[in-house]
């Protein structure tokens, strides 16, 4: 099988995987403090993430000499370069990694609070547009050291992408077609969410890389930025709390923490792990971009799913099959290794 079919059937089990997360989102966020259930989000997705690491067949799983690049970043030259001084800190992936995972589902959450949730959901459509963008700005980084960049999209897929997009909106908006609520305050967070949701891709898939390098293994690589997004979060859980203890004093709306949200706290761990593993080999195994225009069939599929097990009618069909039809063409597009 060539990489860019490999490439695509990772994508597709990416995009089927992560599909269930937002049906679990709705019946575990309770309360009104984004941050404590961010929180208990955190602890179950990195249970989750530790185990893939003892199933992921890497050759070097010696996490104490990985760790180490923890304190690295790229140099001009595409070259992994350590912290020389405190100030360097504000360069490395991991830094900025850790503090996306603190606030990036947070902010999302806390979004749909204050706006329309159908407009926050729009809104973080534009997630796999800005994670393509800073995996091809690192796979030019990288080629500048090794050579070749591993992570290439051309003009045409581009487009490719951008109906890709349109059509998940479609899909998103078939749902009510209305906006009851709207903000800034509601957008510009939504906005952010995004923001920080490509800020953690980026910073688990290159920190991964520094730990790595100058490794290409998909296995080895997989272990690697599993195991960043591991450690990235335990770091985060202490910013969490702290974002609960300042902006959401203490009240009696708390997390309401029971059984049926345990099994869907354990459900979005596994999905979480499922869904990121498989993301990582798709980025991986092939050096073309334009596989990941895959991921917006997730929406089509959130939405069949939250139909389906959620109890809520979608007031546009004729909206949803349009842009189901217009993912799916967008998807049947040429690819290749190179673009």
Do not use: C
Request: cysteine-free; glycine content about 8%.
């Amino acid at each position: 099988m060539n990489p860019t079919a490999k490439g695509t059937l990772w994508a597709v089990g990416a995009a089927v995987s992560l599909s269930w997360l937002p049906l679990f989102f709705l019946y575990t966020h309770t309360g009104n403090d984004p941050f404590v259930w961010r929180s208990w989000l955190i602890i179950f997705q990195s249970g989750a993430l530790a185990l893939a690491l003892v199933v992921i067949p890497a050759q070097d799983k010696n996490w104490r000499t990985r760790t180490r690049r923890w304190l690295f970043y790229w140099g001009d030259g595409g070259e992994p370069t350590p912290v020389r001084n405190p100030l360097e800190v504000l360069k490395t992936p991991a830094f900025w990694m850790v503090i996306a995972y603190a606030v990036d589902l947070t902010l999302w959450i806390w979004a749909a609070t204050l706006i329309d949730p159908l407009v926050a959901t729009l809104v973080f459509q534009l997630f796999p547009i800005g994670m393509v963008w800073v995996a091809a700005r690192l796979g030019r980084k990288i080629s500048a050291g090794q050579g070749a960049a591993p992570h290439v999209i051309g003009g045409k897929h581009w487009t490719l992408m951008a109906s890709s997009f349109l059509g998940a909106a479609l899909v998103i908006w078939s749902e009510t077609g209305t906006v009851s609520t709207l903000n800034w305050l509601g957008i510009a967070l939504a906005l952010a969410a995004t923001a920080f949701g490509i800020t953690s891709f980026w910073g688990t898939v290159s920190t991964g890389r520094l730990m790595t390098w100058p490794d290409d293994d998909p296995n080895d690589l997989a272990w690697a930025s599993s195991l960043s997004a591991v450690v990235g979060r335990f770091y985060a859980l202490p910013l969490t709390l702290l974002g609960s203890a300042l902006f959401f004093p203490p009240t009696e709306d708390r997390f309401d923490f029971t059984w049926t949200t345990l099994g869907f706290l354990s459900l979005i761990g596994v999905f979480n792990m499922a869904g990121a593993v498989s993301h990582r080999y798709s980025l991986y195994v092939t050096s073309s971009l334009s596989v990941q225009r895959i991921m917006f069939f997730s929406p089509v599929l959130q939405m069949l799913w939250i139909w389906m097990f959620a109890d809520v009618s979608i007031a546009k069909p004729q909206v949803l099959l349009l842009g189901t039809a217009i993912v799916l063409l967008s998807n049947l597009g040429y690819q290749t290794e190179s673009a």
